[in-house]
């Protein structure tokens, strides 16, 4: 169990780069834009041989934040820095030292005392200034300690950790973000505004994430550890992806790409899509960004329980038409709002990681190419046929299988197509791509000239003029 530190402050004074400096990620959204976090967003610092703690970076704290209750996107951020300052062990309170103190900085500190935690203050982007002057712009505030630092260039920060270790508690609340390798790591995915962070919320029973029906809302990719059913999992919220030609902030298209990132790190995509809207373009983009991935996929269609059984049948129609091209991928039908269908859902997830990460022998994948080869083989193409020798897997996640023989190339597109259908009905494979490589055994005596002997030579000669008097 880790000790918890809280970064707090008003938008736009550097936490998330705070953040990202005492972890050593670059795992927290940055943009010069305020309002860019909204979400918390936890690491770990573990910077020298010093003891390691926990970090919440969390969204910034508009004028009247502190008091705020409202549905809307700076209620929601408010209630989630508090959330994260009420568990912490310690909070740094982070302030713009280029900026001295506001009216929004005497707010938030009056609710932190309130509160009665622990509180250091950060005087963050001191770079180039006179830092001694910057902290004596906050010295009003009464802070017997306090620090200058400048994230985005890594001064101080180390004198800010040993500042932290100084005050924290041996044992904290939090525990520690792990890789264990059993540990099922679940990005839900989808167009802005379908419901992935309610969804998550759903699964977690707390509002872990902001969900709004403001498209969106979710900014970073924000990962949550679950336990359920004895299984473990890391679920990651990630923002929604559009079309390029409606994204036109720099802070969604770097949004996107943490999306993406997501995606290529996760184990098991959840591709989540709106039952009253149908499978739309965009739908098709995002499912394909998974399959380039080669990432396990399970379909999760929301809102389901707002239809009736007429548009249930019209929307059945339309997903078995517009996703015929993944027929592997299992399609549950969930309401994130009541929790419907959830277990079904985590159902699918288990068997899409199953079947990803299934480990083969040699001679089963071998076994199966001859069994497929002699049920059907090979098309004849300009006389000749590919041969088909032996088979090995070649990795997992997505299933890989390296398929050597002569004449590989000639095999057309609907063979290839009958064995990765094969090999999923053989190997019981659902819920995840699987890809083939072909490889074709290289003649040894390939450029390779023949060297005669010296008798070999005089023969030789010997024929050549025997033909020419023959002549």
């Known amino acids: 169990m880790l000790p918890l530190v809280a970064l707090v402050g008003r938008p736009n004074v550097g936490k998330s780069t705070l953040f990202n400096a005492l972890t050593r990620t670059r795992d927290a959204l940055v943009h010069d834009q305020p309002g860019v976090t909204r979400d918390r967003h936890y690491g770990v610092c573990r910077i020298d041989d010093g003891r390691p703690f926990a970090l919440v970076d969390t969204g910034g704290i508009a004028d009247g934040g502190v008091h705020l209750v409202a549905g809307d996107l700076a209620g929601a951020t408010a209630r989630q820095a508090r959330a994260g300052a009420e568990e912490a062990d310690l909070v740094l309170f982070v302030v713009d030292g280029r900026e001295g103190p506001s009216a929004v900085d005497d707010e938030i500190l009056a609710w932190l005392r309130r509160a009665a ?29 306090m620090l200058a630092v400048s994230s985005a260039h890594r001064q101080g920060i180390d004198d800010l950790v040993s500042a932290v270790r100084a005050r924290l508690p041996e044992q904290g609340a939090t525990e520690v973000p792990d890789d264990d390798p059993d540990r099922i790591r679940v990005a839900f995915v989808g167009r802005p505004n379908v419901g992935k962070s309610t969804l998550v919320n759903r699964i977690l029973g707390e509002e872990r994430m902001i969900a709004s029906e403001v498209a969106g809302t979710t900014r970073d990719s924000i990962s949550a550890d679950l336990e359920r059913d004895g299984r473990l999992y890391r679920l990651v919220d990630t923002a929604g992806i559009r079309r390029k030609s409606r994204v036109d902030e720099a802070v969604e298209t770097f949004s996107i790409i943490k999306t993406l990132e997501s995606i290529e790190q996760c184990q098991v995509a959840v591709v989540l899509i709106d039952a009253r809207e149908g499978v739309t373009d965009q739908d098709a983009s995002v499912l394909g960004a998974v399959l380039d991935a080669g990432r396990a996929l399970v379909i999760a269609v929301n809102k389901w329980d707002g239809l009736d059984s007429y548009q249930r049948e019209q929307v059945e129609a339309l997903l078995s038409r517009k996703l015929a091209f993944v027929p592997w991928a299992e399609a549950v039908r969930i309401s994130a709002l009541h929790g419907s269908g959830l277990r079904e859902l985590f159902r699918g997830i288990h068997r899409a990681h199953a079947s990803a990460t299934k480990a083969f022998s040699t001679a089963d994948v071998t076994r199966a190419v001859e069994i497929a080869v002699e049920a059907n083989p090979p098309p004849v193409v300009r006389g000749h046929a590919a041969k088909l020798r032996f088979a090995h897997p070649g990795g997992e996640s997505p299933p890989t299988f390296i398929v050597h023989g002569t004449r590989l190339r000639t095999l057309p597109d609907s063979y290839r197509r009958y064995l990765e259908n094969f090999f999923r009905k053989r190997f019981k494979l659902v819920g995840t791509p699987v890809r083939f490589v072909f490889r074709e055994g290289e003649n040894p005596y390939k450029d390779r000239r023949n060297v005669l002997t010296e008798r070999q030579v005089a023969k030789k000669k010997r024929l050549i003029r025997h033909v020419r008097r023959g002549k």
């Open 117 to 145: 935690k622990p509180v250091f203050l950060v005087v963050n982007k001191t770079d180039g200034i006179d830092s001694r002057a910057a902290l004596a712009e906050f010295a009003r505030y009464g802070f017997k300690d």
